[in-house]
C-alpha cells in the first residue's frame, strides 16, 4: 500500500513556474515507478510526466517536453514535477500516480495503482 500527497499548487500567472511535490508513504517507494496526470472537467486524466524506479528514465508528451521536468529522491520518498512557461491550458487539477508495471514507460492511467488526491494548478492570462 502506498498513499500519496501532492503539494505545491497554486495560481500563477502565464509563463510562470511552479513545482509540485509528491510525498509518498510505505518504505517501498523505490519499488513503483511514478507519473503525473492532469485533469480538466469534463475530460480525461491527461498523461503528463513518468518517471521509472531509478530515476534514469523520463517521458512526457510532446506539448511539454521542455516545459515541465520530472524527477524523484528517493531517500525523501517524493517525485517532484517543475513546471516552467505555464500557459493557461494547463490549468487543470494535477495528480501523481504509483505504478507497479513493468512496462520501461508507462502513460496509461489505467496502469497506475496508487492515486494522490490532487491539487489545483490555476494559470492565469
Known amino acids: 500500500q502506498v498513499q500519496l500527497v501532492e503539494s505545491g499548487g497554486g495560481l500563477v500567472q502565464a509563463g510562470g513556474s511552479l513545482r509540485l511535490s509528491c510525498a509518498a508513504s510505505?518504505?517501498?517507494?523505490?519499488?513503483?515507478?511514478m507519473g503525473w496526470f492532469r485533469q480538466t472537467p469534463g475530460k480525461e486524466r491527461e498523461f503528463v510526466a513518468f518517471i521509472n524506479r531509478g530515476g534514469s528514465t523520463t517521458h512526457y508528451p510532446d506539448s511539454m517536453k521542455g516545459r515541465f521536468t520530472i524527477s524523484r529522491d528517493n531517500a525523501k520518498n517524493t517525485v517532484y514535477l517543475q513546471m516552467n512557461s505555464l500557459k493557461p491550458e494547463d490549468t487543470a487539477v494535477y495528480y501523481c500516480?504509483?505504478?507497479?508495471?513493468?512496462?520501461?514507460?508507462?502513460?496509461?492511467?489505467?496502469?497506475?495503482?496508487?492515486w494522490g488526491q490532487g491539487t489545483q494548478v490555476t494559470v492565469s492570462s
Open positions: 510505505g518504505r517501498t517507494f523505490n519499488s513503483y515507478a
Open positions: 500516480a504509483a505504478t507497479s508495471a513493468p512496462a520501461p514507460i508507462t502513460t496509461s492511467a489505467f496502469r497506475y495503482d496508487y
